[in-house]
């Protein structure tokens, strides 16, 4: 269906999609002929017609023809629904006058534009466009208006033939406004000689849009542009998965299938990315390895910076006996050799690491150290990866610990293209302090690390703590694995259970599975019961019961607090299905409560949700009583949890109070940064600790059903897991150490750097 007209007023228009309701003035032979092809409308049919839809640069007093469909809305009546649109030139006088008076140019009215066309008549345009000077002979408009006029007319001109361009090659409104705004006429030229840059300059164009585009513009399949872009493509997604480099047949290989075709010069196109400052190619073990350009130099000036920071000055046996025997008789604890060694350690050298699994006496080496240090009058700041790691981390030691993004400073302006973060504490500006005790250290990735080392000023003490045996970080890197593998820093492994006898099930059996010691399970056991299910179904009613009766109360905790970790997103058992299946359990529908769907997700208030990408510049706040806000500040990272506090559908936003008592508002559009988290990944949790976990465990990908993963699901329960499934499955998860492979190297660009 068609529909031509004048836009008599603009109602509504949002600036960010293009949403568009306006008023269209109907000529009365398009009223007659609307009327007699569309009968079941007739009635309503009028002078005015409101339509609705993406309707970018419309501007009132434009000729435009609409297709689309007419709809009843059940508020407002009948509209019409556009699907796509033409704007057509005045073609007589009045219309000319129409047009120039409406507003749409700014500076023109209604009586300017009046004398504009009595002067040049229906020559207006071509005067405008060719020959604007001539503008000037009209009262009221001098030679700078002139131009000003036919600047305006000649962008709206250029913009509008763009979007027909860009139209043409399967781009959508909203996106082709973005990329005119971005490139204005020289879009022309990217388009015919490298469509790729799109994807490099501008958010939200990745590969494949700017792919179809290029192929739609009728690029080779072969095209160098293409296969650079595709191998960059292919390479940052490789540096998503968590590997800082990748190797260069495997890249290549990666690459070509993606395009679908044969790349037979990877050398040379490799080369040319080197010369662009896009990638480093490197030799790590005799394997030819590609990097991120950025990537690489991060590595490299995170190894730099350690060494940098790397000293020894070890303390006198005696005096540190004497201090250390002090402490044990004030603390009422007694140290064991490693533990000591930790201390003596941190008192001495520039950079420690301490390492080691649940129950080998982390916390009570760091509160050691911490009186050590405190002893001799020395400023200590303590940090973990997220919110929940540095609260365990306070109620631990008694100190107050923070973010490692808080204790930065997190700024919220954007940096390189990757990290994404800025922060107020760098090499300029470095934190003041004496020593610096990082926990968690498994969690931290190359980015946050080299922004951490920045911070760290020259003498200050930086402490590393975390268990190696932890899956990585959700970012690139393998930073606490690559340090202690280069061998070139104070090392020190805790491996004795303390109070094995006391320790309970967690514990031990932990470390029998990090060991691949296959043993004993059974219900029977206080903190580590397995419940034997053979199918998906069994298994879920099982959970359910689990989080929502028996757990909360063994472990005197709420149903929120009792976490459901799975190896999968996907499948009878992942990550999606179960917070579909946990939400109707435990926050089911009720009219006390507003929920809103949002993409193919229904959030409720008193949802548990995560954070599922780091965000730098959403802000929050610290409330108090009654709600006043007495801190605020930047950021919410990837893995963040909180519960669904307030849902507002006038406002179109819902406020999530996260850990640490910090309010974010989100606006619908920003809930695709958000999803339930009843159930999580075990990726996801790490870093975390809770009451009780549940794991379900009966199929799923090799890859995923592995003993890392498992060793990390079972050390985030604090008093009680929970393994619902086949015992089957659980056996061969500890036999299997065959965790997926991160590529990283900077234990070689540590080694590299030293000598």
């Known amino acids: 269906m068609q529909i031509k007209g004048y836009v ?22 398009e009223i007659k002929r609307l009327r007699t092809e569309c009968p079941d409308y007739a009635d309503d049919i009028e002078d005015e017609m409101v339509c609705v839809g993406t309707l970018h640069l419309i501007n009132a007093g434009e000729y435009v023809v609409f297709n689309g469909d007419f709809t009843v809305h059940q508020t407002y009546g009948l509209q019409f629904k556009v699907t796509s649109y033409e704007e057509s030139r005045p073609e007589d006088m009045d219309s000319i006058e129409r047009y120039l008076g409406s507003g749409a140019i700014k500076g023109v009215g209604p009586a300017l534009a009046a004398r504009i066309v009595r002067h040049f008549k229906m020559d207006t345009f071509r005067v405008i466009e060719e020959n604007p000077e001539e503008l000037s002979q009209v009262k009221g408009i001098s030679n700078r208006m002139a131009m000003e006029i036919a600047d305006q007319v000649a962008e709206k001109k250029g913009m509008r033939n763009a979007m027909l361009f860009l139209g043409k090659l399967g781009i959508g409104m909203n996106l082709a406004v973005k990329i005119y705004k971005e490139y204005g006429e020289k879009i022309y030229d990217i388009i015919q000689n490298n469509p790729y840059k799109l994807a490099d300059d501008m958010e939200g164009v990745g590969f494949k849009i700017a792919d179809e585009i290029a192929r739609n513009s009728g690029m080779e399949l072969n095209s160098p542009f293409r296969i650079k872009s595709g191998i960059l493509y292919a390479l940052s997604a490789a540096v998503s998965a968590g590997h800082t480099y990748y190797p260069m047949d495997a890249l290549i290989e990666e690459a070509g299938r993606l395009l679908g075709v044969f790349i037979d010069n990877p050398e040379e196109i490799l080369t040319d990315l080197m010369i662009d400052r896009k990638v480093m190619v490197r030799d790590v073990d005799g394997t030819k390895a590609v990097y991120l350009y950025s990537v690489y130099h991060t590595e490299l000036a995170i190894a730099h910076r350690l060494l940098a920071l790397k000293f020894e000055n070890m303390p006198d046996d005696k005096t540190l006996e004497k201090d250390l025997h002090s402490i044990e008789k004030e603390e009422n604890i007694t140290l064991e050799a490693m533990q000591r060694e930790a201390v003596r ?20 080496t760091i509160n050691t150290i911490i009186r050590y240090f405190e002893r001799k009058g020395m400023d200590i700041m303590l940090a973990a990866p997220t919110g929940r790691a540095a609260k365990r981390m306070t109620e631990a030691t008694g100190h107050e610990a923070q973010t490692i993004h808080r204790m930065l400073e997190l ?140 757990l909360p109360a063994y472990t005197d905790c709420s149903p929120n607090d009792v976490q459901v970790l799975t190896p999968t997103r996907k499948g009878s058992l992942g990550v999606e299905r179960l917070n579909t299946v946990l939400q109707q359990f435990l926050n089911p529908p009720s009219n006390s409560k507003v929920e809103k769907e949002i993409g193919s997700i229904i959030f409720r208030e008193g949802d548990k949700v995560m954070q599922i990408k780091n965000n730098y510049k959403i802000p929050w706040e610290v409330r108090g009583r009654n709600g006043i806000p007495v801190e605020n500040g930047m950021g919410v990272f990837n893995g963040d ?28 559009k920003e809930a695709d940064e958000l999803e339930h988290a009843y159930a999580v990944t075990v990726h996801k949790s790490q870093g975390s600790e809770y009451p009780a976990v549940v794991l379900p465990l009966l199929d799923g990908p090799r890859m995923l059903m592995n003993r890392n993963i498992l060793y990390t699901a079972v050390t985030r329960a604090r008093k009680c897991i929970c393994i619902v499934g086949s015992d089957q499955t659980f056996y061969n998860m500890i036999s299997n150490e065959n965790e997926q492979k991160r590529f990283s190297s900077l234990d070689i660009r540590i080694r590299e750097a030293e000598i």
């Open 345 to 364: 350690a941190s008192a001495g050298s520039g950079i420690v690491i301490i390492t080691g699994g649940p129950g080998t006496g982390k916390t009570t």
């Open 8 to 29: 008599e007023k603009i109602i509504y228009t949002n600036s960010d999609n293009g949403h568009t309701i306006l008023d269209v003035s109907l000529t009365s032979d």
């Open 641 to 668: 949890m909180g519960i669904v506090d307030n849902i507002n559908l006038y406002l179109s936003e819902m406020t999530v109070r996260f850990d640490e008592e910090r309010y974010v508002t989100y606006s619908f």
């Open 411 to 550: 700024s919220g302006t954007l940096s390189d293209e990757i990290s994404n973060a800025s922060f107020e504490r760098n090499e300029s500006n470095p934190l003041e302090t004496d020593v610096v005790i990082i926990d968690e250290m498994s969690m931290v990735d190359i980015f946050l690390m080299n922004s951490l080392l920045k911070a760290i000023a020259d003498g200050t003490r930086l402490i590393l703590v975390g268990d190696a045996n932890q899956l990585p970080s959700v970012g690139p890197g393998n930073v606490l694995k690559d340090i202690i593998a280069s061998g070139c820093f104070n090392t020190v492994r805790l491996a004795k259970i303390f109070r094995q006898e006391e320790a309970g099930d967690i514990v031990v059996n932990a470390h029998k599975i990090n060991e691949g010691e296959l043993f004993e399970i059974g219900p029977s056991s206080k903190d580590f019961p397995f419940i034997r299910r053979a199918d998906a179904n069994a298994i879920i009613n099982a959970l359910v019961t689990l989080v929502k009766v028996k």
